[in-house]
């Protein structure tokens, strides 16, 4: 799809935000995108050491590509590709994630488009993302029970469509994450106090080895989509790219024998 790696981070144990989900192991993180996190849709990838495979739910539904090339390039590497709707391809990441890829000329700011997360009421939860979280409304669909929300016309949007039932989150612990200014973060927190909101982590500060230790709060929206708030200012410090990062992924995953190691012992990795 040709996005890049914009970072690499090492952490000896778990996150205490649950940034790894529940997990209190060795981890890591890799921020993967078409351009820096100051103006890109960026996916974190959190990888635990020694957990072979997580079961998925219907709370993440796929990203939304807008890229020709990236359907060109699907094609000559033979991904499995299948067309959807005219010029929308369904693909899937190892692991199980859907990607949307649309066969048009790539966005000039950003080619992706949307994320998407399942949800059991549309209504209500069009009603936490705007009248809580101050998104707009782009797009809603009753019919096909849909709605398209975002912060600004030049930025990724976040699509939320009712999937018939509950939603499950499965064991695989994702979050979507906005930088706001550090001075609002007590806002959001006293608001979501206010209106009897559940906050995850209460405001905290997050160390990363060698880099900026920024400020976050975490929310859980009515079906548990965890949402992330962080302060602006030190995260622009923290999300500087990283012109190692290649290096330092590709050496971690060299050090990383488990899979050997696991393979040695008859034994196979944990499934989460």
């Known amino acids: 799809l040709a996005p890049k790696v914009l970072?690499?981070?090492?952490?000896?144990?778990?996150?205490?935000?649950?940034?790894?989900?529940?997990?209190?192991?060795?981890?890591?993180?890799?921020?993967?995108?078409?351009?820096?996190?100051?103006?890109?849709?960026?996916?974190?990838?959190?990888?635990?050491?020694?957990?072979?495979?997580?079961?998925?739910?219907?709370?993440?539904?796929?990203?939304?590509?807008?890229?020709?090339?990236?359907?060109?390039?699907?094609?000559?590497?033979?991904?499995?590709?299948?067309?959807?709707?005219?010029?929308?391809?369904?693909?899937?990441?190892?692991?199980?994630?859907?990607?949307?890829?649309?066969?048009?000329?790539?966005?000039?700011?950003?080619?992706?488009l949307k994320v998407t997360l399942g949800v059991s009421d549309l209504q209500k939860s069009v009603s936490y993302w705007s009248d809580l979280l101050g998104m707009k409304i782009y797009e809603k669909d009753e019919e096909k029970q849909r709605a398209v929300l975002g912060y600004a016309d030049n930025q990724c949007k976040l699509e939320l469509k009712a999937v018939g039932g509950a939603v499950d989150h499965g064991t695989a612990f994702g979050r979507i994450a906005f930088s706001c200014a550090k001075e609002e973060l007590p806002n959001i927190e006293a608001l979501m106090k206010k209106e009897n909101q559940k906050i995850l982590t209460p405001l905290v500060s997050l160390d990363t080895p060698g880099k900026a230790t920024v400020q976050v709060i975490i929310l859980a929206d009515p079906d548990g989509h965890e949402i992330c708030f962080v302060g602006d200012e030190a995260f622009r410090d923290l999300s500087k790219v990283d012109p190692n990062g290649d290096k330092l992924l590709d050496d971690a995953m060299a050090a990383d024998n488990s899979d050997k190691w696991f393979a040695a012992q008859k034994m196979k990795k944990a499934s989460a």
Not at 48 to 67: A, E, K
Not at 72 to 87: F, H, Q, R, Y
């Open 7 to 112: 970072r690499h981070e090492e952490f000896e144990e778990g996150c205490k935000a649950s940034c790894n989900g529940p997990y209190d192991g060795k981890w890591s993180k890799t921020m993967v995108g078409y351009g820096p996190e100051d103006n890109h849709f960026v996916a974190e990838l959190t990888y635990n050491y020694g957990i072979g495979d997580y079961r998925l739910g219907n709370d993440f539904l796929g990203i939304t590509l807008v890229s020709s090339r990236a359907v060109s390039n699907a094609k000559k590497m033979g991904w499995p590709l299948k067309e959807v709707t005219t010029g929308v391809f369904e693909t899937e990441a190892p692991g199980g994630y859907k990607f949307y890829l649309e066969d048009k000329e790539q966005l000039k700011q950003d080619p992706v």
